[in-house]
Nanobody
Framework: QVQLVESGGGLAQPGGSLRLSCEAS????????IAWFRQAPGREREFVAA???????YYLDSVKGRFTASGDKSKYTGYLQMNNLKPEDTAIYYC?????????????????????WGQGTQVTVSS
């Protein structure tokens, strides 16, 4: 079992920044990759970014250059630094964990492969 605890959401103005944290714990956590998804009202859950514990990162095209995923392996904590926020970034953000199998890279943007989820944190971008 893996437990994920998120923190760091809130309200930001357009152009502002927020940083989300995802503290992971449980059995064999080093065998899991961490991803961030978001879900806006009336929309499907959407892949935002993912990170392997070796440091490789992957992003949704619309957040590239604005969002940065990182991880502290000593704490098994993932971070999502969000800069130059836009109103369309408003959503509930979730961190998730999936086993780092050979298939993970091909399916990393699909919520279906992630077995464990955090509680979600609201991000609102508004003036």
């Amino acid at each position: 079992q893996v437990q994920l605890v998120e923190s760091g959401g809130g309200l930001a103005q357009p152009g502002g920044s927020l940083r989300l944290s995802c503290e992971a714990s449980g059995s064999n956590i080093n065998k899991y990759n961490i991803a961030w998804f978001r879900q806006a009202p009336g929309r499907e859950r959407e892949f935002v970014a993912a990170i392997r514990w070796n440091g490789n990162t992957y992003y949704l095209d619309s957040v590239k250059g604005r969002f940065t995923a990182s991880g502290d392996k000593s704490k098994y904590t993932g971070y999502l630094q969000m800069n130059n926020l836009k109103p369309e970034d408003t959503a509930i953000y979730y961190c998730s964990a999936a086993l780092a199998t050979s298939d993970w890279f091909s399916y990393k943007t699909s919520a279906r492969i992630y077995d464990f989820w955090g509680q979600g944190t609201q991000v609102t971008v508004s003036s």
